[in-house]
DNA sequence: CCTTTCACCATACGATCATATGATAAAAAT
DNA sequence: ATTTTTATCATATGATCGTATGGTGAAAGG
């Protein structure tokens, strides 16, 4: 056998310049040829890790995911030790928004990406799980927090979900600066969650 | 000459076979030869019409938003006459999400061009406007329906129109239900306006 | 040592794409 | 009546696509 080679690193790196390409020209312009010219690679390579361009893109929206949950992981580490639950909720929904190059790249191939999976149900079903898996994690975080009506916290929870989903697409037209964001979604923090926890 | 006929009627028929092959089957999946078979032409024909398939796009994007402003109208002007700027704010946005199959089509093919538009910056451009003239209307129907804080009302526009996109992502996918999403709106509405109007 | 395994490559194949070209027929313009 | 214009069509062209195929060289296993 000749030199053993991660199978995974080498479908993540495949995997990123594909995304490079569909950040800068859209999923629109990602070809094996043009994939395997910015890894740098053959397109036979590529085909030796990804047998259908399908499974390519399947991979990097596995891949897409678990960078961003990274990120809010990151998010939520970085708070100093005694945040409270409302800074917790706080640093997740930013870690959501693609407030510099790097988290703008991704959300616009996730965005690219959530679009073709409403045309395959079995893909949709699995963004749908992961949706309602971010909607009980920030209910659990207003609840904790202190939310003024315990019952409504679910309700609450979509409201602020789908505000961040909407600053997204307000970020990657430039609607709005990060800045911006980032006054609207605090604003709509404070009527929300009690400004100081207990 | 021959029988003369109406261009812009023959663009908006080939340009309503493109939104109905790219709502049930992607963007992806869209080209002259699949426009030409839904309209029921030749592909000549359609070339008749549309020098290039960016053409086609960029008419089909007008297009769309001709739809929607006249959706918006029909739903403001289905209003009893004596109903408050509260009830158009909420017709206005109840208008702009995907509530039943037509506007599901119209907003799964708006989202797609929407992608499109993020890699080209003078389509861009336009986007931002559009998005814009919403802000200062909604702000304006705020205003009028008396918002608590007037100075907070561009603030709370912003609010609006973002969490009424997330929403409308939502319904797209699934997570929600009609009456869920309204109910959510309808939530935060009752916040951030005053129930009955003077 | 030799055989098998695996990373990697070059190229071929058939399909499909956007677009170009040239023809036909009919109706308006002259 | 003849010319011009325009709607419509069939087909060609050259590029690009996803994928299949047949290699090569190196390293591990026997």
Redesign the interface.
């Known amino acids: 056998m000749p030199k053993q080679v991660d199978h995974d690193e080498r479908r993540r790196r495949i995997s990123l310049a594909l995304w490079r390409i569909a950040a800068?020209?859209?999923?629109?312009s990602v070809s094996m040829r043009e994939v395997a010219a910015e890894a740098g690679m053959s397109i036979g390579l590529v085909q030796h890790y990804f047998a259908a361009k399908d499974d390519m893109l399947a991979f990097t929206a596995r891949h897409l995911r678990e960078r961003i949950e990274e990120r809010v992981r990151q998010s939520v580490a970085a708070l100093p030790r005694a945040a409270g639950p409302r800074h917790t909720l706080r640093a997740v929904l930013t870690a959501l928004l693609p407030l510099d190059p790097g988290s703008r790249d991704e959300t616009?191939v996730g965005?690219?990406l959530?679009?073709?999976a409403?045309?395959d149900p079995g893909t949709?079903a699995l963004?749908?799980h992961g949706?309602?898996g971010l909607t009980s994690a920030v209910t659990r975080l207003l609840r904790a927090a202190g939310h003024v009506a315990p019952a409504?916290a679910e309700?609450t929870a979509?409201?602020l979900?789908?505000?961040?989903?909407?600053?997204a697409?307000?970020l990657?037209?430039?609607?709005?600066s990060p800045a911006?964001a980032l006054?609207?979604l605090d604003?709509?923090l404070d009527?929300v969650v009690p400004a100081s926890p207990v």
């Open positions: 800068a020209r859209g999923l629109e616009l965005v690219a959530f679009i073709r409403l045309n949709a963004y749908r949706r309602a409504e309700l979509e409201t979900l789908a505000l961040t989903d909407g600053l697409s307000d990657l037209l430039g609607h709005h911006q006054r609207v604003h709509h009527m």
